[in-house]
């Protein structure tokens, strides 16, 4: 891990135990229904808390939005070229087609991140907080490291046709 992405994992783990309070609230318009106050459109202000904002640069941003019963986490990996933009949509799609898998993830992200994930009160009785935060911490560790390895992959092999088709030039 990069000693600049040490502390922005810090922050996004320190925002993420505080923000993964959560309790149990049925819903206020149906009877004996629970759902996830962060993902209805009408909700009322008072069970919606500030989102947390925590960026690394204008690439690399964490919006963690909080209700009382569930917390809505969006990632923006970096992109900082071309080649980034296309490898992050690839491997968030891949990811994004696997959601059942990852119990928490969401299979469409919020309009201008990555990849969101969706962790509601039943997930924090049944999982410990501490798990799931090491997991979203470690997920995204693991997508700087696989996208920049990718990167070289694809850089690598580019400098290397692109050698062997200018070499059928060369007498």
């Given amino acids: 891990m990069s000693q600049s992405l040490r502390p922005y994992l810090t922050a996004v783990r320190y925002s993420l135990e505080a923000a993964l309070t959560l309790s149990n609230f049925s819903s206020q318009e149906v009877e004996r229904h629970n759902r996830p106050e ?4 009408n909700t009322s202000a008072e069970l919606l808390l500030q989102p947390m904002h925590v960026s690394r640069n ?68 049944t999982m410990k907080t ?5 997991f979203i911490i470690e997920f995204m560790e693991e997508v700087d490291k696989e996208i920049s ?11 290397f046709v692109a050698e062997a088709y200018l070499g059928e030039f060369v007498y």
């Fill in 130 to 134: 501490s798990k799931l935060v090491d």
């Fill in 58 to 125: 204008e690439n690399e941003q964490v919006l963690i939005e909080t209700s009382v019963n569930s917390v809505r986490v969006n990632i923006k990996v970096k992109q900082a070229d071309e080649i980034e933009q296309i490898l992050v949509h690839k491997f968030t799609r891949f990811l994004e087609q696997r959601a059942e898998s990852f119990h928490i993830l969401r299979r469409t992200p919020i309009a201008g991140y990555s990849i969101s994930f969706l962790i509601t009160n039943k997930h924090t009785e």
């Fill in 149 to 159: 390895e990718m990167k070289l992959f694809l850089n690598a092999r580019a400098r």
């Fill in 38 to 41: 962060i993902e209805v459109g």
